[in-house]
């Protein structure tokens, strides 16, 4: 009788914890034998009859994918429709399930996206109907086709006269020990297992895009101090999604503070509480942290704030910050000198975002209890935000540093 050794190595695997598992993968990355494997043991399948993308009619035609991160891949792709002519834009996502997923044009299972290679060549012969390719985060997009090898796929997609370029959104190409040098509150201060993974993910990242040599834009500045021939992409929100039908009336004696934080290692979360605790019961102003907020209920809980602290630790700020002041809530952040200086420098604005770190938070929200002064400040955040991550500045930036030079 034929022994099965494959089948023989899956039992004995099998058998492993889930956890040790999980960690062998991820150290190994999706291209080791091992990944297959643990797809399936967490539970993963290959979903019947997958879709795949579906190409616009347009003459310039740009795919967005995998990973909608922060559902920036969609909100990129109805900024570039709205403000150029000529484009269609389709934002393509893994789809993990659960309540925090976002809108996009079209989904695909992760245990589709991680198992089946026939999905992923159909995949990729409708992705080759596309003029440009935004890959996001250096992440692949045809799964086991390539064997997870982004350089190839890249390779394959110019060799059907696709352009091809990356969008960064952080960690991805953040380099922990830099970054822990040049900002004080930084979370990658103290080294450990998760932040030597980082740095190996971001180095080899990093090392990727320099070898392809093709266009690298970025969703926030602060990533231009690894990148430096990068383009700064503005993150994109559209304000009127936003503000809710029935808001929270305004008329209270506290100020409402909220932290909402995804990563609490990287957002500070550990500087804030504290001051949160202490300020708890003072009768002057009203603390709130939140977590596991589903995306739906996010314009209602936002509008329900006065102010939001979005991080103290990482130097820039994000998508929450930017929602916050579209829902009528005062965005706080540590953003560093030089991302205020590289913001009025590309956009002659200087950033209105409220400065606080962990030495300041306290007496900073202590100051927005003043009615008027928060109104001046949210309505300078809300000008930012229209003129500089409605869309409009981002579209600018793809066109003419990629779109038109294809």
């Known amino acids: ?75 990129l792709a109805r900024a570039l429709e709205a403000n150029l002519s000529g484009v269609a834009a389709h934002a393509m996502t893994v789809d993990f399930g659960g309540v925090f997923s976002f809108t996009a044009d079209s989904k695909v299972s992760y245990g589709t996206y991680a198992l089946s290679k026939e999905w992923a060549k159909k995949q990729f012969e409708q992705v080759c109907g596309f003029t440009h390719v935004l890959i996001e985060a250096e992440n692949s997009l045809f799964g086991r086709l390539f064997n997870f090898d982004v350089r190839r796929e890249v390779r394959a997609l110019q060799e059907r006269g696709i352009a091809v370029a990356f969008l960064s959104h952080g960690s991805d190409t953040r380099s922990p020990s830099r970054h822990a040098k040049r900002h004080e509150w930084s979370p990658f201060a103290n080294t450990n297992q998760q932040t030597v993974l980082l740095q190996r993910k971001a180095a080899a990242n990093r090392e990727l895009i320099e070898s392809l040599g093709i266009p690298i834009f970025v969703t926030t500045p602060d990533l231009l101090d690894d990148l430096p021939n990068a383009h700064w992409c503005p993150l994109v929100v559209k304000p009127e999604q ?11 004696s506290t100020l409402r503070v909220g932290h909402i934080p995804s990563r609490r290692w990287l957002k500070g979360t550990e500087y804030i509480r504290p001051i949160f605790d202490d300020l708890s019961g003072s009768g002057l102003i009203e603390p709130k942290l939140l977590e596991g ?11 329900g704030l006065d102010v939001l602290v979005e991080q103290l630790a990482l130097g820039s700020y994000g998508v929450t910050a930017l929602e916050a002041i579209c829902s009528g809530c005062l965005a706080v952040a540590n953003v560093s000198p030089h991302v205020r200086k590289v913001i009025k420098q590309q956009t002659g604005i200087e950033s209105p975002i409220v400065q606080a770190d962990p030495d300041t938070l306290l007496e900073v929200l202590k100051s927005l209890a003043d009615d008027s002064m928060r109104e001046n400040l949210l309505k300078a955040q809300k000008e930012y935000v229209a003129k500089v991550h409605a869309g409009a500045m981002s579209a600018k930036v793809l066109e003419t540093e990629w779109l038109k030079r294809r």
């Not at 797809?39 to 009619?57: D, F, I």
């Open 1 to 75: 009788m034929a022994i099965n050794i494959t089948k023989i190595r899956e039992k004995l695997i099998s058998k492993l914890p889930a956890s040790f598992i999980y960690e062998a993968v991820k150290a190994a990355g999706p291209g080791s034998d091992l990944f297959p494997l643990a797809t399936r043991l967490r539970g993963y399948r290959v979903e019947q009859n997958p879709k795949t993308v579906t190409v616009p009619k347009a003459s310039s035609r740009v795919l967005i994918a995998p990973f909608n991160i922060a559902g920036q891949g969609w909100e």
């Open 242 to 252: 936003w503000i809710t039908k029935q808001p929270v009336p305004r008329v209270h």
């Open 293 to 303: 907020i589903p995306r739906a209920a996010m314009p209602k809980i936002l509008s």
